[in-house]
């Protein structure tokens, strides 16, 4: 990290900034759902640009971070370093009239609180700073290090970020996942903790300090943090990149909230939860809107009676102003969230204050562009005059008693011998958070006879927890205790164990990991969490992977084994070779599987074996298969070229609707060959005679009437034929087809022509598993980028659980404007080198040294030196193209619309 410049008072002394007001008729609010509050623009570039943290004094003074550090582009003007702007309404008027640089010379400057002494601590990406303005004049003559992180790990906002002062006086920060990388973290009396892949970290210090220590794990990046009046520390929590949603989560000591940032970024992972799903981690309170950014206890504002014990969150990516009413579930809590403003896509908001008077302050970065842009708001909410509102916090309430939270604190402080009775009871209880706090209290040395003993006990609960005490202390030992528990007849044992194996590469156990899979029933999330740690001991030692095969094996014909469980076993083992698939289509037994049969298929799309090929054309050309399998097959064969799709031209007049779809939209790939257009044609004619197949219709005519064509002008079978004498025999003559018919709008004249139309088309019923098949498409296209269930590209995001945080507009949306709001992870980068070549991809990493991994367009990784990078610019640009909705029938759409909202 860049050191924070020292500023002296003579360079700062309360320089007044003009104040040129940008006109509220020039700036849409944000849309308010509750008539009983308002908000105005309070400032606006050029008097503020590029906000983050936002804090207001006991005087009511407004004190903004104004960052000029997070990735500036190379003609950006400045300033060069950050600033603390503060802003003074000294006349009541709903605006500044005083606008002056409180403190300036940070690096990566994050977030604002003010301590119970007065004193303003600044967070910066390395760091906590406490900002002193001793005499009182507005100028920060002289700045203490509170924190000091040493790491190789640059990325602006994933370091140091949230910040807050709890009711006894300390306090808490919060780190992200920098990038994965070492650090150490340390305290003004030498305290210290070192990290690196773990996920995101709550700590907490003293107000100078000292006596640092780690509060809860496995956050992503906790950018914001907030007390309320019951002691609960709530913080908001952005998503890895492909498992949404982004979280509210209530923070306890001990927690462990399940991210690992050392198994990848997009989240999904089998060693890694988002929602409690692996023992010991805790489940969130709610999802929230993307990238939420500012967290605010509304008792603190001023505000209707109703609002008081809520939370207000700010949502950078969905332009939200959200809030949320906590209720206890157990010892911790639940939420519903409900949208109190709505921007329109200029509205960013981040961070989100109070002061004396209740006045709500949000600071609203405007354009999605990460990179300084010379673009800034703060906004103002307030009641309309005449409504009843109060700041609960000035006529505080009796705090109702919660017994289960309670009994959590209590076990968390206990740390006696006779205490070891309650704490194993705890361990099997049903709240997961009197579970952690159980497993927490037990890591104490005081306890660990006590829990080698347990690990022998009856109660799988008791088993279970056991295991996760040793597996938190980080006991040195464990060979003998995993060799046991990996064939515990309990499967969230056995979960635990081999999750412990593979992640501490315990070459030792390769023998016994097979236990995993005989001992007991086998959930796909065991299975997978075993194939993980298979592939961990097998690169640590390759002679485990031939024991580890074998067994998987035997799953396939275990009558017990969930068909779940059969398609992940088979879809892991044609990815090495296409044996395993092949022998599930051809064998007997599995005639009459017709979902396992399925899964095979699509394990061998990918394959170039003529063998496969010939196994694939006859599961299509056999009537007696199940339509959905034989139009499985059809996808798995779309890539072939057309001599080898002409086969299936006899499919357009198959019974089966499934059949006869699939392979129309087939042969939008080869639709130039003349015995394939010939075959659209008759196809075509058939369909004019006949009523009530509109899917089948919609797939023929945009066949032969690709979209940007002339259809009415002239006889379309003419033009044709014509064009069907162009060789098309190459595998990329054929993708330059492919898009082609993505690059215009249908010949359809009912067609949508706007998003309204698009709306009001896509409230037709759509198919899901069609729309799988839309999806995996390669006419279509999504594949090529994105994955769901293991396949796809991995270019963009992973879609396999999209729906949970990404409704019916969100969607559409991205569809037919994928450029219009890019989630920053996956912003293109044009990268320029000395020798002027330049790159365009995807960030998929950031090494110490300014080294530079894109992913580009054909999914492809590209490491450039850092010492060889002259420029690199975000693109506004997405590598998603535009026109994709061109590729799509009408019910495509509605069936890949169906699809994707069935994917949490």
């Known amino acids: 990290m860049k050191p924070c410049r020292s500023a002296s008072a003579p360079c700062l002394a309360l320089i007044l900034l003009s104040t040129a007001w940008v006109s509220a008729a020039e700036v849409n609010p944000p849309t308010l759902t509750d008539p009983r509050l308002e908000i105005s623009l309070f400032a606006a570039e050029p008097d503020i640009v590029t906000p983050i943290g936002i804090a207001v004094d006991s005087h009511g003074r407004i004190f903004v971070v104004e960052s000029h550090t997070h990735f500036p582009k190379p003609d950006y003007p400045g300033p060069k370093f950050d600033r603390v702007k503060m802003f ?518 990918a394959s170039t074996n003529a063998q496969v090929a010939g196994e694939l054309k006859a599961i299509a050309l056999d009537r007696r298969n199940a339509p959905d399998l034989r139009a499985e097959a059809v996808l798995a064969l779309a890539n072939r070229p057309a001599a080898e799709l002409e086969a299936l031209a006899g499919l357009l007049n198959d019974p089966a609707e499934p059949v006869r779809v699939e392979v129309a939209r087939a042969f939008r790939m080869v639709a130039l060959d003349a015995p394939i257009r010939r075959a659209l044609e008759k196809a075509a004619d058939r369909e004019r005679l006949r009523a009530g197949d509109e899917r089948f219709n919609q797939e023929l005519q945009i066949a032969l009437h690709p979209p940007g064509t002339a259809a009415a002008a002239s006889d379309p079978r003419s033009s044709g034929r014509q064009s069907a004498q162009a060789s098309i025999g190459t595998d990329q003559s054929r993708l330059t087809s492919a898009a082609t018919l993505g690059s215009g709008s249908s010949a359809s004249a009912d067609r949508p022509a706007s998003d309204e139309d698009w709306r009001k088309a896509l409230a037709g019923p759509g198919d899901v598993k069609i729309g799988r098949r839309v999806f995996f498409s390669p006419v279509v296209g999504c594949a090529r980028c994105h994955r769901i269930e293991g396949r796809g590209g991995q270019v963009g995001p992973d879609l396999s659980v999209v729906a949970i945080a990404s409704g019916r507009e969100k969607l559409m949306q991205s569809i037919l404007h994928p450029s219009l709001d890019i989630a920053p992870q996956f912003v293109t980068h044009e990268i320029t080198t000395r020798d002027q070549q330049t790159y365009a991809g995807v960030l998929a990493g950031i090494e110490a040294d300014g080294s530079v991994t894109l992913m580009t367009a054909d999914g492809k990784g590209m490491l450039i030196p850092g010492k060889e990078i002259v420029s690199n610019v975000p693109s506004k640009t997405s590598l998603m193209p535009e026109g994709l909705a061109a590729a799509l029938t009408v019910q495509d759409f509605r069936d890949l619309m169906a699809f994707l909202l069935s994917r949490i």
């Open 88 to 605: 003074q309404d000294t006349k009541g008027t709903g605006k500044p009239d005083k606008i002056s640089i409180f403190a300036d010379g940070f690096y990566h400057a994050m977030n604002l609180a003010f301590a119970s002494n007065g004193d303003l601590y600044l967070s910066h990406r390395n760091g906590v700073i406490a900002l002193h303005d001793r005499d009182g004049d507005g100028v920060s003559e002289s700045r203490t290090t509170i924190l000091q992180m040493n790491t190789p790990g640059d990325y602006p906002h994933d370091g140091i970020g949230s910040m807050t002062f709890s009711p006894d006086g300390w306090l808490y920060v919060g780190l992200g996942e920098n990038l994965g990388e070492k650090y150490t973290l340390r305290g003004s009396d030498g305290s210290s903790h070192s990290g690196g892949g773990e996920g995101g970290n709550i700590f907490r210090c003293r107000l100078d300090g000292s006596h640092l220590e780690l509060v809860a794990t496995g956050f992503w990046n906790p950018f914001a943090t907030a007390f309320n009046r019951s002691g609960h520390l709530f913080a908001v929590d952005n998503d890895p990149d492909s498992r949404p949603p982004c979280r509210l989560l209530d923070v306890v000591e001990g927690g462990d909230y399940g991210f690992k940032f050392r198994y990848g970024r997009s989240g999904l992972h089998p060693f890694v939860a988002w929602n409690g799903e692996l023992p010991g981690t805790l489940p969130m309170m709610s999802g929230t809107g993307e990238a939420p950014s500012g967290l605010l206890d509304c008792n603190r504002a001023r505000l209707p009676r109703e609002y008081a014990d809520m939370l207000l969150v700010t949502s950078w990516g969905d332009h939200y102003l959200e809030a949320y009413r906590p209720v206890p579930l157990g010892a911790s809590l639940r939420a519903e969230r409900k949208i109190l403003a709505q921007g329109d896509q200029w509205f960013r908001p981040v961070g989100i204050a109070t002061g004396p008077d209740g006045v709500i302050y949000i600071t609203d970065w405007v354009d999605h562009d990460y990179s300084v842009h010379g673009k800034g708001r703060i906004w103002r909410l307030t009641v309309k005059p005449g409504v009843a509102a109060q700041r609960a916090a000035d006529k505080p309430e009796p705090v109702r008693a919660n017994p289960a939270r309670s009994r959590m604190l209590k076990l968390l402080r206990d740390d006696a011998a006779g205490e070891y009775a309650e704490l194993e009871r705890a361990l099997s209880d049903n709240d997961p958070f009197i579970r952690s706090a159980a497993v927490y209290a037990l890591t104490r040395p005081v306890y660990r006879e006590k829990i080698f003993q347990a690990i022998g006990s009856n109660n799988p609960g008791v088993r279970l927890g056991a295991l996760l005490v040793l597996r938190r202390a980080r006991y040195d030992q464990p060979v003998p205790i995993l060799d046991k528990l990996l064939a515990d007849p309990d499967p969230q044992v056995r979960l635990i164990a081999v999750v412990w194996t593979g992640e501490e590469k315990l070459t030792a156990l390769a023998s016994r990991l097979n236990g995993v899979l005989s001992a007991g029933p086998v959930s796909p999330l065991l299975f997978q969490a075993y194939a993980a740690a298979a592939q961990f001991l097998a690169k640590a030692n390759p002679a485990s992977a031939t024991a580890t095969a074998s067994a998987e094996q035997q799953l396939l014909s275990n009558p017990s084994a969930s068909a779940a469980v059969q398609a992940l076993v088979l879809d892991m083992e044609a990815k090495a070779d296409d044996a395993g698939a092949l022998a599930i289509l051809t064998a007997a037994q599995h005639r009459g599987d017709v979902q396992l049969r399925i899964e095979a298929v699509r394990s061998l799309a």
